[in-house]
C-alpha cells in the first residue's frame, strides 16, 4: 500500500513527461486533485479530469509540452514529506525562481499556491514545488 499518493503522482508526472508521453493515471485524493487543479490554472498541465474504473477513482492528467516538444515542467520537487514535514509561516513563503516557479502550500484554507497563501497572510506545509 502507499503511503504517500503525493510523491507518487508527482513521480507519475515527472516520469510521464521524461518520456514524452500526452496523459498520465494518478491516484485518486482530494490533495492530488487539489494539486493537478492548481498545476493547471498555472498551466504546467494542459488539463485533468477524475474518472471512476471499478469503483476507484483516478485522476487523468494531459501533460503540456512547449512549440520544440519540451515538457513546460522543468523540475517537480516534494518538498514536505511524511518523516520530515516542512512548515513556513506567512512571512517565510517567498517567491520561488524569480516568480517563474510555484510552491504548493497546504493551509488551514486548503491547498494553494504560495503567492496566494501569502496574499491571504496564511501559512503552513510546503507539499512542492514547480517550476
Same mark, same amino acid.
Given at each position: 500500500? @502507499?503511503?504517500?499518493?503525493?510523491?507518487?503522482?508527482?513521480?507519475?508526472?515527472?516520469?510521464?513527461? @521524461?518520456?514524452? @508521453?500526452?496523459?498520465?493515471? @494518478?491516484?485518486?485524493?482530494?490533495?492530488?486533485?487539489?494539486? !493537478?487543479?492548481?498545476?493547471?490554472? $498555472?498551466?504546467?498541465?494542459?488539463?485533468?479530469?477524475?474518472?471512476?474504473?471499478?469503483? $476507484? $477513482?483516478?485522476?487523468?492528467?494531459?501533460? =503540456?509540452?512547449?512549440?520544440?516538444?519540451?515538457?513546460?515542467?522543468?523540475?517537480?520537487?516534494?518538498?514536505? $514529506?511524511?518523516?520530515?514535514?516542512?512548515?513556513?509561516?506567512?512571512?517565510?513563503?517567498?517567491?520561488? =525562481?524569480?516568480?517563474?516557479?510555484?510552491?504548493?502550500?497546504?493551509?488551514?484554507?486548503?491547498?494553494? !499556491?504560495?503567492?496566494?497563501?501569502?496574499?491571504?497572510?496564511?501559512?503552513?506545509?510546503?507539499?512542492?514545488?514547480?517550476?
Amino acid at each position: 500500500m @502507499l503511503n504517500d499518493l503525493i510523491s507518487d503522482a508527482l513521480t507519475r508526472i515527472r516520469n510521464a513527461s @521524461l518520456r514524452r @508521453l500526452d496523459t498520465t493515471k @494518478l491516484l485518486h485524493s482530494k490533495s492530488v486533485e487539489a494539486i !493537478a487543479r492548481i498545476l493547471t490554472e $498555472k498551466e504546467y498541465l494542459e488539463s485533468y479530469n477524475v474518472v471512476e474504473e471499478n469503483n $476507484k $477513482k483516478f485522476i487523468n492528467v494531459v501533460l =503540456k509540452y512547449d512549440e520544440n516538444g519540451r515538457s513546460v515542467i522543468n523540475e517537480l520537487t516534494r518538498v514536505s $514529506k511524511p518523516s520530515r514535514r516542512l512548515y513556513q509561516g506567512k512571512d517565510e513563503i517567498k517567491r520561488f =525562481k524569480n516568480g517563474y516557479g510555484t510552491v504548493i502550500v497546504s493551509t488551514s484554507q486548503g491547498i494553494m !499556491a504560495g503567492i496566494e497563501a501569502s496574499k491571504r497572510g496564511i501559512g503552513g506545509e510546503v507539499l512542492c514545488t514547480v517550476w
